[in-house]
């Protein structure tokens, strides 16, 4: 299977200021078809997951564009501009480019 | 309005059986992939099983041989049958179409 690593697995932030996560496979997620398959999703407490971000860059409808996606290969970032309280949660990184899909471990994020 | 809500959790002894279903409304279940992803109590995410469009159907190496994906066209329903169960299967089951789109979530708890 591949390992997906995310870091860090916890993350404190001032309100307004970035945050990152960084996501690492162990194998290139680069498909047979050029694509590449890593998914980012968020789950507020209590809530199910929601996705954010799809195909490395892709952002979904509705979410605010200070979240964003990047990276090639084995090594991908999301980033979140200027952290709001909303923003609290815990976030995923899923590859589905081999099977089976697998999950990092998660990073929680809160408010110093 | 798209939705999913999930149903068919509940307590159930070691090596029992249960069904899970995932009732649809506002899309067609067999025009999208539709997923199945747990998540233990206080735990990460883990990928279940999945069913394309065109029918086929992947399961996470925890589960092949004693889950069962399908859906019902005919009620727009999405099902996991599920075998066998073992305590380390104690989650709540998500199900989700395309990762986009999430239920709320049914707890299944495997325990004597």
Redesign the interface.
Known sequence: ?VVVTQSPLSLSVTLGQPASISCRSGQSLVSSTGDTYL?W?Q?RPGQ????LI?KVSNR?SGVPDRFSGSGSDTDFTLRISRVEAEDVG?Y?C?Q?TH????????TRVDIK | EVRLVESGGGLIQPGGSLRLSCAASGFAVSSHYMSWVRQSPGKGLEWVSVVFDGGSRFYADSVKGRFIISRDSSKNTLHLQMDSLRPEDTAVYYCSRDLWLWGQGTLVTVSS
């Open positions: 299977d998914t999703l789950q199910s997951p929601r996705r799809y979904d815990v995923y899923i589905q099977w089976p899909w697998t999950f990092g471990q998660g």
